[in-house]
């Protein structure tokens, strides 16, 4: 907790001092209203007293409670100021962060996880500043200031108060010691049910078609009921401060009088009027005792999610990514558009076995290399290396002869183009998500973006499109069918007018008539640029330049279609599933 309170700005460092000073005028001037009390008790005992006589007290009593009062608003509006900035400035550290993350460390947390620490951990400690500000702080000075009063004041009542003071503490340890552990499985299961509710809302159309929408149901509700029951438990115990509490301070003030009325009627007459208004002036001072430590259990119920919650935000913040980039860009490379793999093995993180072992290939400038296998045989992994989604085990990747790990991350994308399996389309417009980002050409114009999308073969039904490029993009893009999502990554990405053009299974939406005009006018339209291919269809993959197969990681084969149709096993295994002799020999 003490990491996250250091990262408050100067100014709420003021802020905080001046707020302490404020609570200590309003805990003073709280304190001082019970000797006016006396004071007015100790008149209406004496004979001649006027009404003039006691409204100056009760004047003065008015004052101090609404200049109190006027403290506490000044105080409550510092505490949502720091709060607010102090979250808002942590929000942002997070995002940024995650933002820095790379896959490997996306995975450790998980997406759900990583949700709700930037929300829900978040709202807990904003919740803890913003009261314990208020309670931890005045808390402790209202029950330490107040004991000082009416320490000597009679050791008879002093002994009733420190009992009740001591049934508190008993009681908030008792809770505490069964509660705390049940708040850290709280936010586990937040992440459980977030994890569940969003494998719904994803698989939606899925669910409908299976008829499964029973099986998911009982999913969430397994989740829901979980963390429905771990907050029940942590809210019974909790229910039982707040009656205890009443219970104990009217104990304190029946014990206070019952005391009293016998210290009173033992006493000399003399001493009656005294001994009265003692009383009534230490029953005050009691309440306010107990009144400190009501305000100081009050955290209680938020200190236990918040330290749960800050190990969860430092957790984010202390993970520092795994790719690390070198600072500045690299000038006068020797090469452009090449590519290039030595010896290059890798495993994925925690896995026991490298999922490739020893690639070794080069692409050059302009060149189309494209990667065919099985299932699970490597061909994403190889492409998701390049732009450093993941670092290698061994070995070296070279892109314009420089090894990818002496770029600058900015450099490195700007030469390379990637288009993942999945398309990705962010809310918005079409406009907003081809001109996504910096690049090589950016900003785009209306022109660039038709002549990127011609390319892609998707200005055809943007222009259908309402609004053409200010057609509305749902969210994940899921108000275009998957095709049109494909062409319009694949319009992105060659708007950026990259070095390096990566295509992992970019097509596999496509119809054969679509994906044969878009590579071929790829081919015309950007010759310079280097091309590689991860795809599963033959007929995709058969102009390339130079074919890859491979099988469990390793090299199978390499060379153009021609070769690896009339010596590789494996090629010809995959070929001849997909298309007939005559159409495999015909490669125009």
């Known amino acids: ?132 500000l208020q309670v931890v702080i005045k808390g402790p000075i209202t029950a330490v200031w107040a004991i000082t009063k009416i320490a000597n004041k009679n050791w008879e009542w002093t002994t009733a108060t420190a009992v009740a003071v001591g049934v508190l503490l008993v009681l908030i340890t008792v809770i505490m010691t069964w509660v705390r552990p049940k708040f850290t499985l709280v936010q586990s299961l937040t992440d459980n049910l977030n994890s569940v509710t969003r494998e719904n809302l994803t698989g939606i159309r899925v669910i409908r078609a299976y008829n499964a929408e029973a099986y998911q149901n009982q999913k969430f509700e397994t989740a829901n009921d979980d963390l429905t029951q771990v907050n029940l438990f942590t809210g019974r115990m909790m229910s039982f401060i707040s009656p205890t509490m009443t219970l104990v301070s009217s104990g304190l003030t029946l014990s206070v009088y019952w005391l009293g009325s016998t210290l009173i009627q033992n006493a000399a007459a003399a001493d009656k009027l005294t001994l009265f208004s003692d009383m009534v002036v230490f029953t005050s001072y009691a309440m306010q005792v107990v009144m400190g430590f009501m305000l100081m259990t009050m955290i209680f119920f938020i200190l236990p999610r918040a330290l749960v919650s800050a190990k969860r935000i430092n957790e984010v913040l202390d993970l520092k990514p795994s790719i690390e980039y070198v600072a500045e860009a690299t000038e006068d490379l020797k090469e452009t558009g090449t590519v290039s793999f030595e010896g ?217 279609h021609r070769e690896l149709l009339a010596s590789n096993q494996i090629y010809q295994e995959i070929a001849y599933s997909q298309l007939s002799k005559e159409e495999l020999e015909n490669e125009e």
Do not use: C
């Open 344 to 560: 290059v093995s890798f495993a994925y993180p925690e896995a026991s076995e490298d999922v490739l072992h020893h690639i070794s290939f080069s692409a050059k400038k302009g060149e189309t290399v494209a990667f065919i296998g099985s299932t699970g045989s490597g061909k994403s992994t190889i492409l998701k290396l390049i732009p450093r989604l993941y670092d290698i085990t061994s070995g070296t990747i070279r892109v314009d002869g420089q090894d990818i790990k002496e770029f600058q991350q900015e450099q490195l994308n700007n030469i390379i183009g990637y288009i993942p399996q999945k398309a990705v389309l962010f809310s918005g417009n079409i406009r907003s998500n081809m001109d996504l980002g910096t690049s090589n050409d950016s900003p785009l114009d209306d022109q660039k973006i038709y002549q990127a999308l011609e390319i892609a073969q998707a200005a055809d039904f943007v222009k259908a499109e309402p609004g053409q490029l200010d057609a509305e993009v749902a969210q994940g893009g899921t108000n275009f069918s998957g095709g049109q999502k494909q062409r319009l990554a694949i319009g992105r990405v060659i708007a950026r007018k990259p070095e390096i053009l990566i295509f992992d299974d970019s097509f596999s939406a496509l119809d054969y008539q679509t994906d044969k005009k878009l590579r071929g006018i790829l081919k015309e339209e950007v010759p310079e640029t280097t091309k590689l291919i991860v795809a599963q269809r033959i007929s995709t993959i058969m102009d390339a330049d130079q074919i890859i197969v491979l099988n469990e990681g390793r090299i199978a084969g390499k060379g153009t």
């Open 1 to 132: 907790m003490f990491k996250i309170f250091k990262k408050m700005s100067q100014t709420e460092k003021w802020l905080v001092l001046v707020s302490v000073l404020f609570i200590l005028l309003q805990v003073s001037l709280e304190l001082k209203i019970p000797d006016y009390m006396s004071e007015i008790t100790r008149l209406l005992q004496e004979d001649g007293t006027k009404t003039s006589d006691i409204l100056i007290p009760g004047a003065k009593m008015i004052l101090m409670s609404l200049t109190s009062f006027a403290a506490s608003v000044v105080v409550g509006y510092f505490a949502a100021k720091i709060a607010a900035g102090l979250t808002r400035r942590l929000r942002g550290e997070i995002f940024d962060r995650v933002t820095d993350y790379s896959a490997k460390e996306i995975q450790h947390f998980s997406v759900p996880s990583l949700v709700t620490r930037t929300t829900n951990d978040l709202t807990q400690i904003q919740m803890l500043v913003a009261m314990g």
